[in-house]
């Protein structure tokens, strides 16, 4: 049993193995098997060998996976909330032996750790179903591989690793649990309060630290709360450069910024009592619970109130050895231009929440509630419509002036002279993208989510991307509308002219060709066009000229603010 004044160990050492060690399990590892982690097994397993997750010295083994989810206890009676095992799937967990050594990889097959089997076992997922949410109406096991329910099993045993996941960002703000005891040793900084943040602070997030801070005497060990499945997002990194530019606007001694390898588990009391101990590894002697805000909300929003929560926490800082800390509420003094906490005032996540509005609208931000270093970083990720990228998206049939469309307003939009455009027209595409892929409706739908995927790439990077394939599906529509809207605007255009104009015209010669049976599968003559339900615009170019059609598109941006002036 460990109890929270033994809780650390400041000689604890990570997990890596020593270089002669490591170069010897390289040689043997030609014959072991290998499982490759998706971005929170990663977290998971830098965790485990960092010693953020300490006293683990591996992937849980099946008594203790019973008795975390049994009693909140590993079978040795320390605390702890959540089951850490490597999910596998079936076939995987029915081909390896106890004893026997697995390597463990990132995608790309680098290999970071050897895991030695020492049990293997079907997911309870049941008990892990009430351990979480007790009878509270929620479904959701604890796994993080992504494999399904009933084909997911677990491996146990200690690890050896190799190397932590490779980060290429921010490098010099990832220190591991037992580097920070050290340099907060060094430094004799007593009480240090953990701040786990999913979003950019500001000048009320200031205030209530400092005011958290200065009632306990204690430092902040401030550190961005992570969606693996954004590291490569702009999201992440403007995250973690606002918080840069918050933490270096106050004292020095006062507040150290540290990259966890911690995402959200969503996993209510249980997830929160696991970042306790992670802060507590970390070197932390509090630990501050965000109040409401999308965090929050999240977490608790099926499970439990917050006050209840607050006091399941304090019960278990008596056992963990950390404090939990309650978000306060914050009220601006108009006059003094401070921030206050106070009973009536509201969270900080309203004054984000409000600077974001701010920054989409293109309108200033007002002092009192940022930092211009802050908003210098957010406002590279939140800007107006009219400074985002956005694609132009034409569907419909051969014929139907998709083309022309496309050029009349590439051009338009060069001369506006705003942001760099893109042409993706069908024709164009089909020649240097998808060269080899023919009509069939698998490959119409892989020629579609590729012009998808570099107009995502282009909108993403503050570009126009003007697109104009038949499209005749609407999954692969769908497909390319989702991939390209998390970057910015997707202006989908259903150009519905009629079949019989679209024949009428029939530039390219082929309906005559598709009516005389020498080619097959013709959009509109022997293959179908789904229309889009919903798109943005619909124009019909057998009742307007191409200037006129052109016009239509220009007024439509103009008035929802993709483009100023030149309507
Ligand atoms: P798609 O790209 O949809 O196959 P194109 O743009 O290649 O169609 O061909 C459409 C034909 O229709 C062109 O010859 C174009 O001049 C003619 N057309 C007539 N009126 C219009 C209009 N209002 N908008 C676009 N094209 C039009």
């Known amino acids: ?29 030609l014959h072991f098997k290998s499982v490759s982690l ?11 060998l960092n010693r953020a997750y300490y006293p683990l010295d591996g992937y849980m083994c099946r008594t203790d996976y019973d008795s975390v989810l049994k009693a909140c206890r590993l079978s040795d009676g320390s605390l702890w909330p959540l089951p850490i095992c490597l999910g596998v799937d079936a076939e995987t967990a029915s081909g390896v032996s106890l004893g026997e050594r697995v390597a463990i990889r990132d995608a790309e097959g680098f290999m970071l750790a050897v895991l030695t089997v ?12 009430i351990a979480l949410w007790g009878d509270r109406p929620r479904t959701g096991g604890i796994d993080v591989s992504g494999i399904e329910g009933d084909r997911l099993w677990y491996l146990g045993g200690k690890l050896e690793g190799l190397s932590y996941p490779q980060h290429y960002d921010f ?7 037992p580097d920070m005891q050290r340099l907060f040793s060094r430094e004799k900084w007593g009480k240090v309060i953990g701040v786990q943040a999913g979003r950019p602070l500001h000048r009320a997030d200031r205030a209530m630290l400092e005011e958290i801070a200065s009632a306990h005497d204690a430092r902040l060990l401030l550190s961005p ?6 590291y490569f997002s702009v999201d992440h990194f403007c995250l973690v450069r606002c918080l840069r530019a918050f933490a270096g606007l106050m004292p020095e001694h006062a507040v150290k910024l540290n990259l966890i390898p911690w995402f959200q588990r969503r996993m209510g009391r249980r997830g929160s009592l696991l970042r306790a101990i992670v802060n507590r590894n970390y070197g932390c002697s509090h630990m501050l619970l965000w109040d409401s805000g999308k965090m929050q909300s999240q977490n608790l929003q099926h499970s439990e109130s917050f006050h209840a929560h607050m006091e399941w926490m304090a019960e278990m800082a008596r056992l963990s050895g950390i404090t939990p800390l309650r978000e306060k509420c914050m009220t601006l003094d108009e006059a003094s231009g401070k921030h206050t906490c106070s009973a009536k005032g509201c969270l900080c996540v309203n004054d984000h929440l409000a600077i974001v509005e ?18 210098k970083e957010l406002g590279r990720v939140h800007k107006p419509l009219s400074k985002q990228g956005f694609s132009l998206f034409f569907t419909g049939l051969s014929g139907a002036g998709k083309s022309t469309l ?12 705003g942001r760099p455009v893109t042409l993706l027209d069908g024709d164009i595409v089909r020649t240097n993208l998808s060269s080899e892929l023919n009509f069939s409706k698998e490959h119409r739908e892989l020629n579609v989510t590729r012009i998808g995927f570099v107009a995502s790439e282009i909108v993403k990077n503050g570009g126009i991307a003007i697109c104009a394939p038949i499209a005749p599906y609407p ?6 509308r989702k991939m390209i809207e998390q970057y910015g605007g997707f202006i989908e255009i259903h150009v519905n002219t009629p079949l019989s104009v679209c024949e009428q015209r029939d530039c390219k010669g082929i309906y005559a060709k598709a009516r005389a049976g020498i080619i097959k599968g013709m959009t509109g003559v022997d293959d179908p066009y789904a229309e889009p339900e919903n798109p943005e615009l619909r124009i019909n170019t057998s009742e307007m000229t191409p200037d006129e059609a052109a016009r239509e598109v220009m007024f439509f941006l103009a008035t929802k603010n993709y483009i100023r002036g030149n309507a």
């Open 225 to 230: 709360l992570m969606i693996p499945s954004v």
């Open 406 to 417: 496309a050029k009349i307003l590439y051009v338009k939009l060069l001369e506006l002279n």
């Open 118 to 129: 020492e049990d293997v076992w079907k997911a309870d997922l049941e008990a892990e179903r």
């Open 171 to 177: 490098v010099d703000m990832r220190l591991s649990p």
């Open 1 to 29: 049993m460990l109890y929270p004044d033994s809780w650390y160990d400041p000689n604890v050492e990570s997990l890596l193995v020593h270089a002669r060690r490591n170069e010897c399990l390289k040689k043997e590892a």
């Open 358 to 375: 701010c920054l989409r609208a293109g309108e200033a931000v007002p002092d009192n509630l940022s930092y211009p270093e802050v908003l």
């Open 38 to 48: 998706n971005a929170r097994q990663l977290c998971d397993l830098e965790m485990l």
């Open 475 to 480: 999954k692969s529509r769908e497909e390319v």
